[in-house]
């Protein structure tokens, strides 16, 4: 059975840029309100106080918060207000699209192991490691928890993470996100399971290769856009537009069947990568 998203609320980790900032907006098209939280410094924090806005221009609530999303104080902040939001209910959707970390390697080394010295990255240290895997992995269990303990995370409700290729294949200098994404979908698993009782869908899904400030600031950027663009059989790479489609489809549906896994929006590029 499918549930008209409109007067429902959705959660959005991440909600200033990328698939965070278009899922958004598509889900406000389809009548949801929005609550969502990203961290940004000044110029960042106006776009992104301009975007809720505009966002609010489509019929709905937008309510943005400039957090650390892995902060607990920031839950502890945050959930009292999601409560009276969406008046004891709970977000329908819950985004967890969360790009913070360190991009490097995990030994000195040139991009893509060559001998540049010029171009060596620097091995990753425990902090940077550990920070990476805290935000882009672990913060998505501790919202959970809170909102589960706070009665938010309403039956029918639908959890999603934006995972990449990356979190099972080596990319040059993206080793401490790659322990971050693997570590995210082992979780979206777990999570899953444990809340099934519940009638709560947990999913991972895994974009394409999609042009987003986070890909820009990986090594090599250009070498991997340009690469796959040219085998991706849709003719062009995917685009967040794609992906906040899906999300909308995905969370019309009143059932949680579709459950634990990691789901490709990509035009078929894993196929042929």
């Not at 809170?146 to 990356?166: C, E, H, I, N, Y």
């Not at 794609?242 to 019309?252: C, K, M, N, P």
Request: hydrophobic fraction near 45%; proline fraction near 5%; charged fraction near 15%.
């Amino acid at each position: 059975m499918f549930v008209p998203l409109e007067g429902s609320w959705a959660l959005i980790f991440g909600v200033s840029s990328g698939m965070g900032k278009e899922t958004a907006r598509a889900l406000a098209e389809a009548g949801c309100h929005i609550i969502g939280v990203h961290f940004d410094l000044a110029e960042g924090q106006q776009q992104a106080e301009q975007y809720a806005k505009t966002v609010g221009e489509l019929g709905v609530e937008a309510h943005f918060f400039n957090r650390n999303v892995a902060a607990p104080k920031t839950r502890a902040e945050l959930v009292p207000v999601i409560h009276d939001l969406t008046s004891g209910v709970g977000p329908r959707v819950v985004l967890h699209s969360v790009a913070y970390g360190t991009l490097t390697s995990l030994l000195p080394s040139a991009p893509g192991g060559g001998q540049d010295q010029d171009a060596v990255l620097p091995e990753v240290t425990p902090k940077q490691l550990a920070m990476t895997v805290d935000v882009m992995g672990h913060s998505l269990v501790y919202w959970i928890q809170d909102l589960v303990q706070a009665s938010l995370l309403p039956r029918g409700a639908k959890v999603f993470a934006m995972t990449s290729a990356g979190g099972a294949r080596v990319l040059s200098g993206y080793a401490p996100v790659a322990a971050a994404k693997a570590t995210l979908e082992s979780h979206v698993r777990n999570l899953a399971v444990e809340l099934a009782p519940r009638g709560v869908a947990v999913n991972a899904i895994r974009a394409g290769t999609t042009i987003t400030p986070a890909l820009e600031k990986i090594p090599g950027n250009q070498k991997l856009i340009d690469h796959c663009r040219d085998i991706n059989p849709g003719g062009r790479l995917t685009r967040t537009e794609d992906v906040a489609e899906a999300i909308v489809a995905l969370s019309v549906s009143d059932s949680s069947w579709l459950t634990g896994n990691v789901i490709g929006v990509d035009g078929g590029e894993a196929l042929v990568v």
